[in-house]
């Protein structure tokens, strides 16, 4: 199972979006005890740390766009998937374990889709 995560706000066909996307947590792969102490955030004293079996980090996206008619343009970076991911779900949401920010990069995110109300992807 992999992490996905999109939320959206359209008025007309104009939008506004953000969608996650990360690798297998040690949950999702039957390797709880793959967690690793000395990162993440704290809640009430207590480190949440980070995953840390090989297929949490494989894959990560986390892009913010704005969006008309079909054509999406923004930014892809680990600090918006780490924001909305790590701190707001996994901190304050329901305290688990987060993902490992694997860069610090700010890379261009573009999309053309068929417009599709019944999905974020």
């Given amino acids: 199972m992999f992490r996905t995560a999109a939320v959206g706000i359209s008025i007309g066909d104009f939008s506004l979006q953000m969608n996650l996307f990360t690798g297998k ?15 993440g955030y704290l809640k009430k004293g207590r480190k949440l740390g980070v995953w840390n079996n090989c297929e949490a980090d494989m894959y990560r996206l986390g892009a913010l766009s704005i969006g ?54």
């Fill in 68 to 121: 008309y008619s079909g054509h999406k343009i923004g930014t892809n970076s680990e600090h918006i998937r780490n924001a909305f991911q790590n701190y707001f779900a996994h901190k304050i949401i329901s305290p688990q374990a987060g993902f490992r920010m694997i860069d610090r990069k700010w890379n261009s995110y573009y999309q053309y889709l068929t417009p599709n109300k019944y999905t974020l992807w």
């Fill in 25 to 39: 947590s040690g949950n999702d792969t039957n390797k709880s005890s793959e967690i690793s102490y000395s990162e």
